[in-house]
């Protein structure tokens, strides 16, 4: 069995680097000093689907915004597009052609996140709020050119800090969206992209703190949703929440948290459902601080367990076992920009031929399949098989650094549940399996007993 280490942890560590250089226009090093010489402490608000779903959920969020300033900050808040508005944008984008340009994707994927910043800032105006709503392209927000799934390069905090110290204005902002720094057309940040908007925005304008307001009220051990003995944490070091985020808890999007990490943003999970008038600003909130490893006190051997369902399998029959054939077969991929995941080869048989195993996003797996299929002369196999009803579990904590055999308790006790392991990655700080979708629940349910993970 081959065994390749899941890119994030190492990655993260050269895109940590990468993004370092970037410039943000006003980074923290520059203090915020209102008019008077007093520090004015800023704060980013975000606001996900949910939160902003109707009107009323839009009061609500305004009372909270309300809440904050007349708490003395200067206050910039990120909203989401209504629920279900980007799934309803990306649906039509598809009926209209299956095959269509990103950056017209883009164009219309970004609308939803400019009716709720304009919506918010009239309801807050309405409370007696000074606030103006930024597109991304107004402030603007600067990315690549990577249509769908662009990178931020630059944000101009400078004009917000400007508006807070002159106007005392809030400033809502799109989520999700930016402007392709050379071609000035709009982009999108990626599903879930809302996330990273805040973060940057917060890393820009130093902000104090950067709060994630969702339908739960912190980040848990599981899905809550799936797993009710689930329990909330009060802290996660930024290198588990990237592990938990980019192996399926989509509480916050992976580039967000790389992002905190890097500019070191402290990130706070809580709930927007929380009544504004009922936050006794004595006592501490409730919800999860993203933080560094070295701020947590009592560190778990296993801290949470993330699923995910978007995975497909691809097994390549009776391909050559010879050197040279694995780059045959995931080079034509990279090109294809498909990332691969967990790979398994057979031992092989005659000698000869051996099978390979590995896995895709389901969302690549059509391309996937196509890619191999045009490269079949030059890779050289009997068949190709393949499966989108499977899934990827994975078990994820600091602790697995110091502490052996944890793994090796997985999958005795999956197997006491008659779950079959169809491929296996492990790496420093995770270790994930690839399963029968079906049977997912109680797959993440039997480890979340296992590690002792369940609510008291
Ligand atoms: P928003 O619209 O506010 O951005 P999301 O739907 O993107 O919210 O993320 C919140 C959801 O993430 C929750 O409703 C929950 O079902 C899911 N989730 C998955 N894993 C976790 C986890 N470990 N902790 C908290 N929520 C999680
Ligand atoms: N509205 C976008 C999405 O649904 C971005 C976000 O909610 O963060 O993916
Ligand atoms: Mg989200």
């Known amino acids: 069995m081959l065994r390749l280490p899941h890119p994030t942890g190492m990655y993260t560590r050269l895109l940590g680097l990468a993004l370092g250089a970037l410039t943000f226009h006003v980074g923290r090093l ?3 000093f209102c008019a008077s010489g007093n520090v004015m402490a800023r704060l980013v608000m975000k606001f996900g ?6 009107l009323d959920r839009i009061r609500n969020v305004a009372r909270h915004v309300k809440r904050e300033v007349d708490a003395g900050y200067d206050v910039a808040v990120i909203v989401s597009a209504m629920a279900g508005a980007t799934n309803q944008l990306v649906e039509w984008s598809r009926q209209a052609a299956m095959l269509h ?7 219309v994927v970004a609308t939803g996140e400019q009716v709720t910043a304009g919506l918010l800032a009239i309801v807050l105006e309405g409370m007696g709020v000074n606030a103006r709503s930024w597109q991304g392209w107004q402030l603007p927000i600067l990315t690549d050119n990577a249509h769908g799934s662009a990178r931020i390069l630059g944000v101009n905090g400078a004009e917000l800090i400007k508006r807070f110290k002159e106007h005392g204005q809030v400033a809502v902002i799109a989520g999700f969206q930016g402007m392709h720094k050379e071609t000035g057309r709009v982009t999108t940040l990626g599903r879930g992209g809302s996330d990273t908007s805040a973060v ?11 709060d994630i307001y969702t339908d739960v009220d912190g980040v848990y051990t599981t899905d809550p949703r799936v797993v009710p003995k689930a329990h909330r944490m009060d802290k996660i070091a930024y290198e588990e929440m990237l592990e938990l985020a980019s192996l399926g808890a989509k509480v916050m999007q992976v580039r967000s948290v790389e992002l905190g990490m890097v500019h070191n943003v402290r990130i706070f999970v809580r709930s927007s459902f929380e009544k504004p008038e009922d936050i006794d600003p004595s006592k501490p909130p409730s919800g ?3 933080c560094d490893e070295g701020d947590i006190v009592e560190q778990q051997v296993v801290t949470g367990i993330a699923f995910s369902k978007d995975e497909a399998q691809i097994s390549i029959r009776r391909v050559q076992d010879k050197p040279g054939v694995a780059a045959a077969i995931f080079g034509p991929l990279a090109d294809s920009n498909i990332n691969v995941d967990m790979i398994v080869q057979n031992v092989s048989g005659d000698g000869a031929t051996t099978d390979l195993t590995f896995t895709v996003p389901s969302a690549d797996y059509e391309r996937a399949r196509v890619t ?9 196999y009997a068949r190709l098989d393949g499966a989108t009803d499977v899934a990827k579990v994975s078990v ?11 793994a090796a308790k997985a999958f005795k006790a999956l197997a006491e549940q008659n779950i079959n392991i169809l491929a296996i990655t492990t790496s420093e700080i995770k270790f994930s399996v690839l399963i029968k979708a079906t049977q997912t629940d109680l797959a993440v349910r039997t480890l979340h007993t296992l590690y002792g993970l369940d609510k008291a």
């Open 49 to 54: 689907g949910t939160s902003v779903a109707d």
């Open 396 to 406: 994820i904590g600091i602790g697995m650094r110091s502490h052996a055999g944890v």
């Open 101 to 107: 340009d990103a950056r017209e994707y883009d164009a």
């Open 288 to 290: 999860t601080l993203i």
């Open 200 to 210: 940057a925005i917060a890393a820009a304008i130093g902000a104090e703190r950067c």
């Open 372 to 380: 191999l299929e045009k490269a079949k002369g030059s890779i050289g």
């Open 30 to 32: 520059l203090a915020p």
